[in-house]
Nanobody, 123 residues
Framework: VQLQASGGGMVQAGGSLTLSCAAS????????MSWFRQAPGKERDLVAP???????NYADSVKGRFTISRDYAKNTVYLQMNSLKPEDTAVYYC??????????????????WGQGTQVTVSS
């Protein structure tokens, strides 16, 4: 199973970007999915999670500006980012809990990370 993130880039303050993260490979189901970000010299922080029941939550710093959503048919999670600020500059990572087939008839859930996509917001 792989998570492929895309959609990053460079924008001016006030602009918008939409990030996508698509899961591929042999999987049975996807559960909670999230976006994290890591700015230079800082820890990786949770931006927004979305559950398999479509419940969402947001970091205070992005509330009202970012929207997380998912497309079950495409195994994809999105992050719509509006009114971007220079402090949003970071590498954005997607994360997902995915159930896969194990040995025999067993299944298990594992946590996966995407490779990261750079978002740069200039003032």
């Amino acid at each position: 199973v792989q998570l492929q993130a895309s959609g990053g880039g460079m924008v001016q303050a006030g602009g918008s970007l939409t990030l996508s993260c698509a899961a591929s490979g042999s999987m049975l189901s996807m559960h909670d999915m999230s976006w994290f970000r890591q700015a230079p010299g800082k820890e990786r922080d949770l931006v927004a999670p979305i559950t398999s029941g479509d419940s969402t939550n947001y970091a205070d710093s992005v509330k009202g500006r970012f929207t997380i959503s998912r497309d079950y048919a495409k195994n994809t999670v999105y992050l719509q980012m509006n009114s971007l600020k220079p402090e949003d500059t970071a590498v954005y990572y997607c994360n997902a809990d995915i159930r896969v087939r194990g040995k025999g008839c067993s299944t298990y859930s594992s946590n996966y990370w995407g490779q990261g996509t750079q978002v740069t917001v200039s003032s």
